[in-house]
């Protein structure tokens, strides 16, 4: 694949631009906004996820030789669009919610302002990222919601597309959870990385025993064993007839995980291993998990569920224009009508409101016009959410790179702290605050 | 992100490596099989989808500088491992299924031979790119029976993470789509791709009108027009007003699509657009194609379900070892009887047998040991699902880049004309034909 990612595009961004030019619309200012009309699956709030990592692809939005050789030679453009696109560079300003930032449907997530031929060929790329990223992100932090103080660990590569997962570990850390099995989100963004052992591991042994021990003289007493490869009674017993009572944990990786767990449990107990902790990781989602609260199991690892986002694998947002400048080059509100796809036009501010450190509203101003709107003041026991991400086609940097993805976490777990207590219920409900549109005039 | 696709892997692979080099069984020649328990969601079959792109990835599964540091200053794996790891390179081999070839449950869909130490960390990633491209390809597959002679397009990149959207339209390509709107798989893999308008296209002009003609006058009379921005039926009207009546076509994106698809069509004949083609895009899936099949439609635009597997986002393929040197040298088959997760040991060799050309079992032959069968010769309705993907270490390059896609496509559109009609059904049943372990001793 190409270093560039100026091709993760829709073909019709390139022919929209291309037309645009030859009309003389590709220099009117825009303004396109990224937002979700509907939390997917009942959730009762969204997490934004994949901010920092859309900056650094933007990074890397240039078309180089090879991209401008395709679309010539494949004829999807015409020789002057492609001359635009040799020099393209983003040059435009985009503001939007931190990664980590709680949203509820009409949130204006992310807006991107600048030339049309500027802004409309960024759809795709900003689609992708923050749909995959935020609907693994509320999965997950639905997940740590349920988990409560038990450590959690994302285990997923393996249920997803190789760079996914990646994506994956890495949001699944911001919404909560403490580590991942991914090396490569270990080595890219310093996230705490985890495992234990395989069945291949026991079976490439001549005995369950052998295996034990050899993975105890090489990753110590400490290490945590996998108990079910065979029986799990004799696995137990033989685990800790190797390791000794000081053994750290043992998995278990199938059955009924209640009664599994309350009998493992016992045994270990019997045999003197009270400290030995277990962990599970078999077919665990967030019902699962909050199923086992009342169970004697001390760590969850997830698997399917959170990379796929728990059955609503794609958040559903959408990025639309929503003003723009006229021939008079005054600015113009836009929105579609199209049935059940209406949008709401217009430049938006975005706060949440607070009563006594509880969201009670999600307040979205809608200005007229174009003008930069800044009514904090008025909204004393509100938090203003929107902050500036790109200006000048610049990355602001501390959204990037690791120290992005932990400023990110931190920030998760104290907004979602304002939560009502009903929006921690898992069952399928309404937004957990209401979604309030004011004209900026009204304020 | 680093070249090097080496850390694609969950770190257990890498420490029980680790282990194996201390206690000496990281030379133990094994093998490996990847295969899926059950079809998912009920599917009466499943379609290999990844293979080639799997093949490629290997060649780049190489620890470099960046790699080693972090496994090193990490102390994710010993000093001594680090060496072993800078050396590596897999010099095991592959056979499988070719990639677009049906499978089913049991089906030895991949197997990896080679040392333990060879073939174990291999697992992370033959399984995120199996499981990823294979849902993709299995709901793909079923969307374009359901389509039938309609030209299918797929469009959802924006809805799945970048990298997947890239894999996404490469295997919906292979299993029967016509088309793809991402400029990447385009120009990686040599997918036609395609592209109508956006309604940002409608919405950045001062009228619809304007908006057409400038599209018109860009991409010509053949270009296909997005009339549902406002009111379709004045869009259809502006439409054929400003293009005339060789209009190529007009674009549906939202309403009850079988109503207004009806209504379109009757007013395009109305115009005189008799040969104006109708495309719809709307949340379509196979089931909603299907529904589309006695109604006015000619093409099919498919985002968000085909790029999420329909539901089932992945295949549930799984890695297990299912035989290995013992001790003496000799070869034992190994099986691990975890509740519900049950493998069925030993190397396998498998067929379709045929009955006037339709496929009737899955045919699963089962060494004792390591042996390579050769049995082909008792099955004259039978064809062998195996081929040579890796050689000593070797990717056989028929299976890689533009031409093996190529291939791949070729293969899927044949192999599927095997198929029962039972088959063809898209409600949720048992996979169309069973799977028959047979002991090779019994040939």
Not at 41 to 53: K, Q
Not at 356 to 368: I, K, Y
Not at 403 to 432: C, F, K, N, Q, T
């Amino acid at each position: 694949m190409s270093a560039s990612t100026a091709l993760m595009t829709d073909r019709y961004e390139l022919t929209m631009l291309d037309a645009a030019l030859r009309d003389g619309t590709a220099g009117r200012r825009c303004v396109f906004e990224l937002f979700a009309r509907r939390l997917s699956g009942g959730r009762r709030f969204g997490v934004v996820g994949g901010t920092g990592r859309l900056l650094s692809l933007l990074r890397d939005f240039r078309f180089g030789d090879d991209e401008l050789r395709f679309l010539r030679d494949g004829g999807v453009v015409s020789p002057e669009a492609v001359t635009y696109l040799e020099n393209y560079r983003f040059t435009g300003s985009m503001t939007g919610y931190r990664e980590g930032e709680l949203y509820f449907p009409g949130s204006p997530i992310l807006t991107v302002e600048g030339s049309f031929a500027d802004a409309v060929i960024l759809e795709t790329l900003a689609l992708s990222v923050l749909n995959h990223d935020s609907a693994v992100a509320t999965a997950a932090s639905r997940m740590s919601i349920a988990a409560g103080d038990r450590p959690l660990a994302e285990m997923g590569s393996r249920r997803t597309n190789e760079a996914s997962a990646i994506a994956s570990a890495r949001i699944a850390y911001i919404a909560g959870f403490h580590a991942t099995s991914n090396l490569e989100a270990g080595r890219a963004w310093g996230i705490p990385t985890m495992g234990t052992a395989a069945h291949a591991w026991t079976l490439l042994h001549d005995s369950e025993e052998d295996a034990f021990r050899a993975q105890i003289e090489s990753l110590g007493t400490g290490t945590t064993l996998l108990v079910d490869t065979y029986d799990i009674r004799k696995g137990v017993e033989t685990a800790i007839r190797v390791a000794g009572t000081e053994l750290g944990g043992v998995r278990l990786d199938s059955g009924d995980l209640p009664t599994v767990a309350a009998s493992v449990r016992a045994q270990l107990d019997e045999l003197g291993a009270t400290g030995t902790k277990i962990t599970v990781t078999s077919d665990l989602d967030e019902y699962a998990i909050a199923a086992l609260a009342a169970s004697p199991v001390d760590a969850y690892g997830v698997g399917t569920s959170v990379v796929t986002g728990s059955g609503h694998p794609a958040a559903g947002m959408v990025y639309k224009l929503v003003a723009r400048q006229g021939s008079d080059g005054g600015w113009v509100s836009v929105s579609k009508t199209a049935e059940g796809k209406g949008s709401q036009g217009g430049r938006k501010n975005a706060f949440r409101v607070l009563e006594n450190g509880t969201a009670v509203q999600e307040l979205v101003e809608v200005a007229d016009g174009f003008e930069q709107l800044s009514p904090a003041s008025e909204y004393p026991d509100a938090r203003a959410l929107q902050v500036p991400l790109v200006i000048d086609g610049e990355p602001v940097a501390e959204h990037e790179g690791a120290a992005g993805v932990a400023a990110a976490r931190e920030h998760h777990l104290r907004v979602r702290e304002e939560l009502p207590i009903r929006a921690l219920a898992l069952s399928r409900s309404d937004p957990a605050i209401p979604t309030i549109y004011k004209d900026a005039g009204e304020a």
